[in-house]
């Protein structure tokens, strides 16, 4: 079990960007760790959120858990990018903003790299989400910089991510 997380960065949206990104991470860790709290100032009420690993474009699958207050869901994807659940927008609940964690084991090894979401679209209405997803990057590079987007929609000043390395000694 994990007894050393150590915060590697932290990003705070100044309301100008379309992502958060990390680079250069060091790989001295044996895990990461990403905790997001994100809301983009488009107009509607949710967005699809989005993780990118090293630039890459290719190779990620997964399989989402979903449930919207009404109905439960399980999606197969195919993307371009790793699927991490929904984004609050303007139409949702004022001054709510998703909350995300994302794990990814063994980010420096030389093995496809697996990556597990859960995360929350708090929002005062009929429809909320609580996700869950489990992704593979298949890929035996290390990850040395990954990005969180949603949409490409501009983040709401105070959006934050930070970065955390694990070690298992």
Known sequence: MAN???LIASVTANGSQTSIDFSSIPQTYTDLLVKVSIRVT???ANYTG???LNGATTSYTGRDVMGNGSAAS???RNYSQIYIGEVNGA???SSTFTNKEIYIPNYAGSNYKSVSTDSVFENNATTAYAQL???LWS?????TSLSINAEAQTLVSGSTVYLYGIKNS
Do not use: D, Q
């Open 42 to 44: 488009a107009g509607g």
């Open 4 to 6: 050393t997380y150590e």
């Open 91 to 93: 139409a949702s609940t």
């Open 133 to 135: 997803e489990a992704a």
């Open 50 to 52: 989005y993780l990118t």
């Open 74 to 76: 399980s999606n197969l």
């Open 139 to 143: 890929n035996t590079a290390a990850i």
